[in-house]
């Protein structure tokens, strides 16, 4: 599968499964973004930036996400707190983000 999106580094994935035609339909989905301690990736270039997660699936059932699917979100920041310490694409040491446990 090709990404469609115009930037890296982004991922497309295909896979598949099966599903019994009677059992109602749950899908879990894990994804990442950023991967730095900051909330910012790209954090090795001259321009950092806040990581955007996104998530964009179609099934062939024709089952596609929106907003009207359910998210929770483990990682998240900058913190509004570190942003008032001066958290910034140029100051990135005082950045923190919160991280929540993720469901079982």
Same mark, same amino acid.
């Given at each position: 599968a090709k990404d469609p999106m115009t930037f890296t580094p982004h991922n497309a994935v295909q896979v598949s499964f099966e599903w019994d035609g009677v059992s109602d339909k749950e899908y879990a989905i894990m994804c990442m973004d950023y991967a730095s301690t900051s909330g910012y990736e790209y954090i090795e270039?001259?321009?950092?930036?806040?990581?955007?997660?996104?998530?964009?699936?179609?099934?062939?059932?024709?089952?596609?996400?929106?907003?009207?699917?359910?998210?929770?979100?483990?990682?998240?920041?900058? @913190?509004?707190?570190?942003?008032?310490?001066?958290?910034?694409?140029?100051?990135?040491?005082?950045?923190?983000?919160? @991280?929540?446990?993720?469901p079982t």
């Open positions: 270039t001259d321009a950092p930036q806040l990581g955007d997660g996104v998530l964009m699936a179609e099934f062939s059932d024709g089952t596609v996400t929106s907003s009207a699917w359910s998210v929770f979100v483990v990682t998240s920041g900058p @913190t509004d707190a570190s942003i008032e310490a001066g958290c910034s694409a140029t100051n990135l040491d005082v950045c923190v983000v919160d @991280t929540l446990e993720e």
